[in-house]
């Protein structure tokens, strides 16, 4: 079986500008979870969708949004970027959801913001 | 709300050598516990995890972690580290109660030395 992808593994962007990034989880997962990681605050969740319901929210401003697809692939959208944004982006899959249900990671997204 | 704290930020150790990752967690409510591992530019990799039973659970890679509710840690081991080993580990926690997403400590640095 195929792994979790991410697109595109890198991105640069300036200031002020909004950015989409694609989770495509393993297929037959149904729960799509995103997380940003960076040195500073670490792995912090930001949402989780299941059969395109977003089930849970992090504590991130409503620039951070995401949406998932009837195919349960999943889209994360940053607007007006800042500096702070600069991370590493990872989606993990699971079969149901719910972390009784292990996760599995993709590579991540390097987003830079300058 | 759960919170994690990893007690060591870095961990060196030789080769062969038996190694400890400490972990302690703060939850109000039982809760479930996980080890990731981050290897360089890659997303994180289930290493073991704790639901119910067992207090001693085994992974992958001759990892294992004992639970302990008394002392609220959840510490790694392993009996003999090699090169391969050297990466990014980190101790999540999530409750019992509904959807709760994983909390994640800071990491810990384990390089393992010739």
């Known amino acids: 079986k195929a792994g979790v992808t991410q697109t595109p593994r890198y991105l640069i962007k300036t200031r002020g500008q909004q950015v989409t990034l694609s989770c495509s989880p393993i297929?037959?997962?149904?729960?799509v979870s995103w997380y940003q990681q960076t040195p500073g605050q670490g792995l912090q969740f930001l949402f989780e969708?299941?059969?395109?319901?977003?089930?849970n929210k992090g504590n991130f401003p409503g620039r951070f949004s995401g949406r998932q697809f009837s195919n349960s692939r999943s889209e994360m959208n940053v607007s007006t970027l800042e500096l702070g944004d600069s991370a590493l982006y990872l989606c993990?899959?699971?079969?149901?959801?719910?972390?009784?249900?292990?996760?599995?990671f993709g590579p991540g997204t390097r987003l830079t913001v300058l | 709300a759960q919170s994690v704290t990893q007690l060591d930020s870095q961990v060196p150790v030789f080769e062969e050598a038996p190694v400890e990752l400490r972990c302690n967690y703060s939850?109000?409510?039982?809760?479930?516990l996980f080890w990731y591992v981050q290897y360089p530019n890659q997303g994180l990799q289930l290493l073991l995890k704790y639901l119910s039973g067992s207090t001693l659970v085994k992974g992958i890679n001759g990892f294992e972690a004992e639970f302990n509710k008394s002392q609220t840690s959840f510490h790694l081991r392993k009996p003999s580290v090699h090169i391969s080993d050297t990466a990014e580990y980190f101790c999540?926690?999530?409750?019992?109660?509904?959807?709760?997403?994983?909390?994640f400590g800071k990491g810990t640095r384990l390089s393992v030395i010739a």
């Open positions: 297929s037959g997962h149904r729960s």
């Open positions: 969708y299941f059969s395109e319901t977003q089930r």
């Open positions: 993990a899959s699971s079969p149901l959801g719910g972390v009784e249900s292990s996760q599995y």
């Open positions: 999540a926690v999530s409750g019992y109660s509904g959807n709760t997403p994983l909390v």
């Open positions: 939850s109000s409510v039982s809760v479930y």
